[in-house]
Each structure stands twice: as structure tokens, then as C-alpha cells.
């Protein structure tokens, strides 16, 4: 779980449809808009999400749903599938480390948010239900016959890695040397994981395409 809590991230559904998908799977694509708070006193900088980079860059690695917005909070999740990024070890990433080696926070790469100040971000996520929950798995893994039968709000939260490990793999120490470069104009946010506050999903509102 985040435990950097300067930076909080919560979300709102703007749309949510099924998409036609396999025999064995219901995809679920869920347009949200997210907004980050800085909740400190200074500002923070981070990478810039659905900035064209790789999407290791600020990889949305997990998401999980809950019955109550309670059981979101402690992690009880009916629902988690989580799916983060492998080692590679491609030029891309030391490409990208000589880019973001400057003075100064670029601004192509990085955003910074000053206290109490909210960005917002428009995204799309898919959500992969399998069909039928499979016998030998646990009450976090329920199919869609299960979740599409529950009349109540599901609440949502998604994991993101917001510092890629590949990044560092391909120039190790790039991150507290940018930290200390950077400390006179705010602080390198690079929490392993930034997890979102739950976000009340409403299955009965899908539109099918």
C-alpha cells in the first residue's frame, strides 16, 4: 500500500461501457477523471501521466474492487488483479534518463504541483472480467456471473507505479540524484506505489457497444 501520503489522487466515472470481448472474458472500459493533490506544505514534482512516454513510465499496475467504500480503505477486495511491469532492459529508458537529467524539472517529463493545488487527468481503463469465477480461486478473483448480479456501487481503487524500476535499472541512482538537483524547487515525488482513493463504480450504468 502508499505510504507517501503527501501525494492523494481521487476519481470520478465520467462513462463506462462493455466492450465486445472473448468467449471466456467481459472487458469493462471505464473513462475517469482523476485529480492529484498535493497534500504537504511544498511543492512536489512528479512524471507526468499520459505524457506519450512508455506506459512503464507511470504504469498503472493494479486495480481491485470492494463492496463498500470501507472495505476499499482496509483492502477487502472482491476483485484484484494486478499486473506490473517486467525488467527490460531496452535503450528507451536510458534515453529517457538522459532527457529528464537536466537543471531543472523538464516540463516535457515532469509536472509540478504546488500545495493544495489539484491537477486533473482524463484517462481510460479496462477493467477484464473472466466469465465464470474459477472453483480453485478466492473470494478476490469473482467473475463477471458473480460481480454483474451485485445491484450496489462497487468502489474502485487503482495502484500506480510512479517511478519505473527500468528507469533506474538503466541509470542506477537517477532518482536521488534528481531529488537532491531538484530539492530548491520542490520534492521528487517517486512513491513505489500511489494508490487511489476509492472511486464509486456503477456497473447498472454500463452501456454495451
Not at 62 to 76: D, I, N, S, Y
Not at 103 to 132: D, G, M, V
Amino acid at each position: 500500500m502508499q505510504t507517501d501520503r503527501r501525494l492523494v489522487v481521487r476519481g470520478a466515472v465520467q462513462n463506462i461501457e462493455m466492450i465486445p470481448g472473448g468467449e471466456h472474458y467481459v472487458d469493462i472500459r471505464v473513462d475517469l477523471e482523476l485529480t492529484f493533490t498535493n497534500t504537504g506544505s511544498t511543492p512536489l514534482i512528479i512524471l507526468k501521466p499520459g505524457n506519450g512516454l512508455p506506459a512503464q513510465m507511470y504504469c498503472q499496475g493494479g486495480q481491485a474492487l470492494a463492496l463498500t467504500k470501507v472495505h476499499a480503505q482496509r483492502g477487502e477486495f472482491i476483485w484484484n488483479d494486478q499486473a506490473w511491469p517486467s525488467v527490460d532492459t531496452s535503450p528507451v529508458f536510458r534515453q529517457i534518463s538522459e532527457r529528464l537529467d537536466q537543471k531543472e524539472p523538464p516540463a516535457e517529463f515532469t509536472l509540478t504541483l504546488n500545495p493544495q493545488s489539484p491537477w486533473k487527468w482524463r484517462t481510460l481503463i479496462t477493467i477484464r472480467f473472466y466469465t465464470q469465477t474459477n472453483s480453485c480461486c478466492s473470494a478476490h478473483d469473482l467473475g463477471w456471473e458473480v460481480i454483474s448480479k451485485i445491484d450496489a456501487p462497487l468502489w474502485l481503487r487503482l495502484y500506480f507505479g510512479t517511478w519505473p524500476v527500468n528507469l533506474e535499472r538503466a541509470d542506477p541512482g537517477i532518482r536521488k540524484r534528481l531529488q537532491r538537483r531538484w530539492k530548491s524547487m520542490g520534492s521528487l515525488f517517486a512513491s513505489d506505489v500511489l494508490v487511489t482513493e476509492p472511486i464509486e463504480v456503477r456497473l447498472s450504468e454500463i452501456k454495451r457497444t
